[in-house]
């Protein structure tokens, strides 16, 4: 089956852009992700990356992720998909949400309250959903994030403009007093892809909402496992617990079964030891340091993604989470956006691609250098030719002066 897309190339690295339904020009295509949970706009993934020495490399993959694949299951993404919500059920949290203590946080749903039973209501970066049309849905008329709803209208979707290393989409959508328009601009430089969302409200009431991406991660279809590693831009020292795992009373595997947790000073490091088997979950909710953005670094067959977003701060953060399965390894740091009417919020996801071996480039992984406690055995390897050069050049003066003072000594015996 082929899926309607657009690949951005720069030589270093392609990326695949699924195009939602409505922005298809072959209609013998389909679109990747049609379901009613995650931004349409945000399916980025496949990407192919060529290293120095020629060998290549799929990452953000499509292989291992809820096979087979169902485009109209909530949670069928790819990539870099992001959700306008919390990721869990209610379409409100009224009081004490996430990190800072908030209320009044939507679920990333617009009018879910006052409709009724099979009237319409929005869905952010999805489009116009009928309430009550979900399997999962009851009499109670909870939202339910991850259950498929029925859509009342086809989502539309407008292209802005689309070139060999960039494309924009938009799309615009009025329901009663509530409205939004999103933009999305998708765009390579070099090693670098950066994502950034711009969200207007164009309604009658101000509305707060989580948004997060979900970077669904793996590479060249290898379970997560041994050669995994996740560091966190969360200060681990001093620090105890540094996470929570309340979904192990229930249905999460802890975290520690399959990885060891390095706790620095500057950052929270996890490596794999056990492969993960198909079955096991684990989700993984960490604590608020008061200093973080939300950056991370990935590593995995010989590849780092370091990810940052500048615009958003600490205080602005709802909470920093850890999903794991089998088919994905993936940090969840999540914004708590406020907008009044008219208001428009952008910010930028960018993720710099890099060779294990190099040295790092962002200031995450300059922190995870300098925090005192370790070197990557990659930053050893790359210094030890300068080590010997050092030593073996301090050696030849060390024996130079020995030399000529024994000569200054004979000379003077003589």
Not at 146 to 159: D, G, I, R, T, V
Not at 193 to 198: E, I, P, Q
Not at 276 to 305: M, Q, V, W, Y
Request: hydrophobic share 35%; with cysteine.
């Amino acid at each position: 089956m082929h899926y309607a897309n657009l690949t951005l190339d720069t030589g270093e690295l392609s990326v695949v852009v699924y195009l939602p339904e409505s922005l298809r020009t072959d209609l013998k295509d389909t679109s990747f992700y049609a379901g009613s949970r995650f931004d349409h706009s945000s399916m980025i993934g496949s990407i192919q990356r060529t290293t120095p020495d020629g060998r290549h490399h799929t990452l953000f993959g499509t292989d291992l992720w809820r096979i087979p694949h169902n485009e109209h299951w909530p949670e069928s993404g790819v990539g870099l998909a992001a959700e306008f919500g919390v990721g869990d059920n209610g379409a409100f949290c009224f009081f004490h949400c996430g990190w800072q203590q908030g209320s009044d946080i939507t679920n990333g749903v617009l009018g879910y309250t006052e409709a009724k039973l099979g009237e319409p209501f929005l869905k952010i970066g999805v489009g116009v959903l009928v309430k009550g049309t979900c399997p999962e849905c009851d009499s109670a008329g909870d939202y339910k994030f991850n259950s498929p709803y029925l859509f009342a209208e086809e989502p539309q979707w407008k292209m802005e403009a689309a070139g060999p290393t960039s494309v924009k989409m938009k799309q615009e959508i009025r329901l009663r007093q509530y409205g939004y328009k999103l933009l999305k601009e998708i765009s390579l430089t070099g090693s670098t892809l950066a994502v950034t969302t711009s969200l207007t409200n164009l309604g009658q009431d101000a509305f707060s909402t989580v948004w997060y991406s979900h970077n669904f991660f793996t590479c060249d279809g290898d379970a997560v496992g041994p050669g995994y590693a996740l560091e966190m831009d969360l200060a681990g020292e001093n620090r105890d617990p540094v996470y929570e795992e309340p979904g192990t009373w229930s249905w999460s595997t802890p975290l520690r079964t399959y990885a060891r947790v390095i706790k620095k000073v500057r950052s929270i490091r996890i490596e794999w030891q056990d492969a993960i088997p198909p079955g096991p979950r684990i989700k993984s909710e960490f604590l608020n340091d008061g200093k973080t953005t939300g950056a991370f670094r990935l590593e995995a067959c010989g590849t780092t993604i370091e990810s940052t977003l500048h615009e958003l701060q600490n205080n602005e953060m709802y909470a920093y989470n850890l999903y794991v399965e089998r088919g994905t390894l993936s940090p969840e740091p999540q914004f708590l956006l406020h907008l009044a009417p008219g208001e428009t919020r952008t910010w930028t996801q960018r993720l710099v691609f890099g060779d294990l071996n190099a040295m790092p480039a962002t200031a995450l992984a300059a922190s995870v250098l300098g925090d005192g406690t370790s070197l990557p055995m990659s930053f050893l390897v790359q210094i030890l030719p300068l080590l010997l050069v050092v030593v073996f050049f301090s050696m030849a003066v060390a024996f130079t002066r020995s030399w000529n003072s024994i000569r200054r000594r004979g000379y003077q015996s003589v």
